[in-house]
């Protein structure tokens, strides 16, 4: 069962953007924080960003601060993360979920089935 569904992937030039979408019902939305991991080919899955369920607190992995922004619109079901500046080693399956918030996959409990980002050189 489908509980969040990414959209937005796609193919990119260096120095392009993407917009990615998360869409959940509310039983795997409401009242909880949004985060996004990616994962390229031969690597684990690693945290990107989070927002907190009010939107009142964002948090980054270091690669993506300034490039990349979380946003998230409540009576939508729907967090966002805007891409800028896309660079080839952006590649990979993003991932979103929900659950606690932080750095850590364990702290999600429900997960999309992720889309694919191939930014080229």
């Known amino acids: 069962q489908v509980q969040l569904v990414e959209s937005g992937g796609g193919l990119v030039q260096a120095g392009g953007s993407l917009r990615l979408s998360c869409t959940g019902s509310?039983?795997?939305?409401?009242?909880?924080?949004t985060g996004w991991f990616r994962q390229a080919p031969g690597k684990a899955r690693e945290f990107v960003a989070a927002i907190t369920w009010s939107g009142g607190s964002t948090m980054y992995t270091g690669s993506v601060k300034g490039r990349f922004t979380i946003s998230r619109d409540n009576a939508k079901n729907t967090a966002y993360l805007q891409m800028n500046s896309l660079k080839p080693e952006d590649t990979a399956v993003y991932y979103c979920a929900t659950g606690l918030s932080g750095y850590s996959t364990g702290r999600y409990d429900y997960w999309g089935q992720g889309t694919q980002v191939t930014v080229s050189s």
């Open positions: 509310g039983r795997v939305f409401s009242g909880f924080a």
